[in-house]
């Protein structure tokens, strides 16, 4: 069955940067879109990034671009969120998506703060 599986949560503080992952398995990776949403404390859950099959097209959320950069290693079957220059903004459950069927992740928590 289709499984996500994330990593790579933590505490950090503002301006550090935290790589998370979203390990696959169940269905043929390169086949499929995938994306990361996260939810915030109080917060609606809201996309964050997206990647096409190949990699080759990305798209972020407005508030993340320039920061974030979400990638995909085929071989591995992995989906990577690289964060930089993190704000406490940043901090919330992050989840890793496969769009179609609606698949989710458990989700990551991360943390923003000095």
């Known amino acids: 069955q289709v499984r996500l599986v994330e990593s790579g949560g933590g505490l950090v503080q503002p301006g550090e940067s935290l790589r998370l992952a979203c390990a696959t398995s169940g269905f043929t990776f390169g086949a499929y879109t995938m994306a990361w949403f996260r939810q915030a404390p109080g917060k609606e859950r809201e996309w964050v990034a997206f990647i096409d099959q190949l990699g080759d097209r990305t798209n972020y959320t407005e508030s993340v671009k320039g920061r974030f950069t979400i990638s995909r290693d085929h071989r591995n079957k992995i989906v990577y969120l690289q964060m930089n220059s993190v704000t406490r903004a940043d901090t919330a459950v992050y989840f890793c998506?496969?769009?179609?069927?609606?698949?989710w992740g458990q989700g990551t928590q991360v943390t923003v703060s000095s």
């Open positions: 998506k496969r769009p179609a069927g609606n698949y």
